[in-house]
């Protein structure tokens, strides 16, 4: 599959300069390798699509090799953008998850179509903008029993952000009580047939 890796207004700029994009990237590759360490079931790969190298660009993404539980990841403006094929298994944590800061997503900084417990317009795909929301840092992803002592006994899987301790359930809403003000950024999407996404344009026409 081309531009993948295999396994949220937020108060990061609107443009990152090229050093803060390469640490973005290398840490976002970072975090996938640590996550392999603690067998979460999701692929890892990274190759940026040609298209999102023109900032502000939209990227079309094909996910119909997307296996359940595995997520890739793509470049969009110089962001990466996590898409995650939830099982029903991982679907089942969101109903009753207790602790969030915003569990509607009712905080005016995603699209209508992503203030759900999914937070997606198909709530097998949770599509994200991998950066905390905190400082811009690159979460991890934490699979539920994860011996990791920085999260709950209980945890359910999800994302966690190593660098001041936020964490995120598996549709990238935000504990209560965690250094993260707000829910990870889903951007602008929609899908263009059954499997092909388009990241970076919607049918409200935000872009």
């Not at 979460?40 to 040609?50: D, G, I, M, Q």
């Not at 203030?115 to 950066?131: D, H, Q, S």
Request: with cysteine; glycine share 8%.
């Amino acid at each position: 599959m081309s531009d993948s890796i295999s396994f949220p207004s937020i108060p990061t700029p609107a443009g990152i300069d090229s050093d803060r994009r390469t640490w973005l990237l290398a840490t976002s590759l970072m975090g996938a390798v640590a996550a392999g360490a603690v067998a979460v079931p999701l692929v890892s790969s990274f190759a940026p699509s040609e298209r999102a190298k023109a900032q502000g660009a939209s990227v079309e993404v094909d996910i119909d090799g997307l296996a359940p539980g595995e997520m890739l990841t793509v470049e969009w403006r110089g962001k990466p953008v996590w898409v995650l094929r939830r099982t029903p298994e991982m679907l089942a944590t969101l109903a009753d998850m207790p602790d969030l800061a915003d569990p509607a997503s009712e905080v005016d900084q995603q699209p209508a179509y992503a203030r759900n417990t999914a937070r997606a317009i198909k709530p097998e795909y949770l599509v994200v903008i991998g950066i905390c929301t905190h400082l811009g840092c690159s979460p991890v992803t934490l699979p539920a029993g994860t011996a990791n002592t920085s999260v709950p006994a209980d945890w359910k899987g999800g994302f966690f952000c190593p660098c001041h301790g936020s964490t995120f359930d598996l549709a990238g809403r935000v504990f209560k009580n965690k250094p993260a003000p707000t829910n990870l950024e889903v951007p602008p999407h929609k899908y263009v047939a059954a499997t092909r996404l388009l990241i970076g344009e919607d049918d409200n026409g935000a872009a």
